[in-house]
């Protein structure tokens, strides 16, 4: 597709299950951003891959929280035992380089903990 | 690090008429850029405008505008002639160009635009 696609769009689950968020970016982007955005608040950084280079995960909140990006394609992001803070809009980014090159954001997945 | 602030949670502003949304934000750093984006309730972040700190004249596109004063740290944003599709949370960010994690973007907690027909 043209765009950055997240998958699901909505997750809603238990508090103490494991769950899987999907970000497919736009073909020939080599940067790749995960932001959580809680509710009425800016977007955090979670963590960045650029290619093979080791990621910048500088962001995760807990050991909960892991991702994995295979070259430049696909990357999921894994959040382990979720708690009821875990719930957010969970956005997707990526970009032609980094520096100057603007992020190209998905619609996000919004995460529901009950 | 970068801090950005945004004062105003909520503005409104009448259809065809301009609104300004401020931004100012708090770095040591000599070379970054600026951003707006737009979140509508789809969620996707749309960027508006940005600007390099390097510039004196400030950005335009279209109806939208900045007033960058760098010595103020203040990034405000123009909108001329609202439009109802202008309805959306605006989002400041900021972003470092040299040093490591010249990619991470800091953003502002938000203000909610409601353009009102």
């Known amino acids: 597709g043209a765009g950055v696609s997240q998958s699901p769009s909505n997750k809603v689950t238990e508090k103490g299950k494991d769950v899987e968020l999907r970000c497919d970016p736009i073909?020939?982007?080599?940067?790749l951003y995960w932001y959580r955005q809680r509710l009425g608040q800016g977007l955090e950084f979670l963590i960045y891959?650029?290619?093979?280079?080791?990621?910048?995960k500088s962001g995760l909140p807990s050991d909960r929280f892991s991702a994995e990006r295979t070259g430049e394609s696909v990357s999921t992001l894994t959040i382990q035992r979720t708690q009821q803070e875990d719930s957010a809009v969970y956005l997707c980014?990526?970009?032609f380089g980094t520096g100057n090159q603007p992020q190209h954001f998905g619609d996000g997945t919004r995460l529901s903990i009950l | 690090a970068q801090t950005v602030t945004q004062s105003q949670p909520e503005m409104s502003v009448q259809e065809a008429e301009t609104v300004t949304l401020s931004c100012t934000y708090d770095?040591?750093?000599?070379?970054?850029?600026l951003f707006w984006y737009k979140q509508p309730p789809s969620r996707q972040m749309i960027l508006v405008i940005r600007?390099?700190?390097?510039?004196?004249q400030n950005a335009t596109e279209n109806r939208f505008s900045v007033n960058f004063q760098k010595a103020a740290k203040s990034f405000s944003l123009k909108i001329s002639d609202s439009q109802l599709g202008d309805t959306a949370m605006y989002f400041c960010?900021?972003?470092?160009?040299?040093?490591?994690?010249?990619?991470?973007?800091?953003f502002g907690k938000g203000t909610l635009l409601t353009v009102n027909p």
């Open positions: 980014a990526s970009s």
């Open positions: 073909s020939g982007h080599t940067a």
């Open positions: 891959f650029q290619g093979n280079s080791a990621p910048d």
């Open positions: 770095t040591s750093e000599n070379n970054y850029y």
């Open positions: 600007q390099e700190a390097y510039k004196q």
């Open positions: 960010a900021f972003m470092k160009l040299s040093g490591g994690s010249n990619y991470k973007l800091t």
